[in-house]
């Protein structure tokens, strides 16, 4: 099944995660689906995800599945399938749904009809401090920088150039203590479109 229908959907922060996860996403050719707000001009904030699962195309299983046809099912299961929420947690003020994110859970949500399918990632502060912690070729100092990664992650022409350069990334993150990103990397490099 590895390499049909949509395989998950991923949920940016802000315009940095939405460009790291488009990069991944074109260099594995995988059937994902990426949300974020205005494409990352908005971030979305861990403590606003609850509201955010309540959108046309989350607010329950029938609805996803309705928006992307291409997931696979078996009976009311969705077959090898995630929703993965790329984000920050230093924008987050509240200390106990901060901890919890990082221990993998989302507050606020209930008995949510796609809980048993989330996946969690976070950068421990922001994405910088995690690319600082594996030494990423480029690290954005101001927010103004930030712009950069457009070039950075480009599918084309950025760092992100082929399936050894995401494998040493996932290497690099599974031995930082700043991000669980290789979490997401192990999934993406395991459902990558081959011919």
Known sequence: MVGRGTCAVVICHGMSEYKFASSIKSKLRLNI???????????????????????????NKRALVRQYPGILQDKQ???????FTLMDVDDCKDISVRKNYLAGHISGLGQHDLKPY??????????????????????????????HYLKVFDPVSGVIA?????VGL??????????????????????????
């Open 118 to 147: 989330l996946h969690p990632i976070y950068c421990r502060e922001n994405l910088e401090d995690a690319l600082t912690d594996i030494d990423f070729a480029y690290v954005a100092a101001t927010d103004c920088q930030k712009r």
């Open 162 to 166: 082929d399936e050894a350069t995401i």
């Open 33 to 59: 689906k990426l949300l974020a707000r205005d494409k990352g001009a908005t971030s979305i904030q861990i403590d606003g995800l609850p509201d955010y699962f309540h959108n046309k195309i989350l607010r």
């Open 77 to 83: 299961r969705l077959v090898d399938f995630k929703i």
């Open 170 to 195: 996932r290497d690099r993150f599974r031995h930082s203590n700043r991000s669980n990103f290789d979490e997401f990397l192990d999934y993406c490099l395991a459902h990558q479109f081959r011919l």
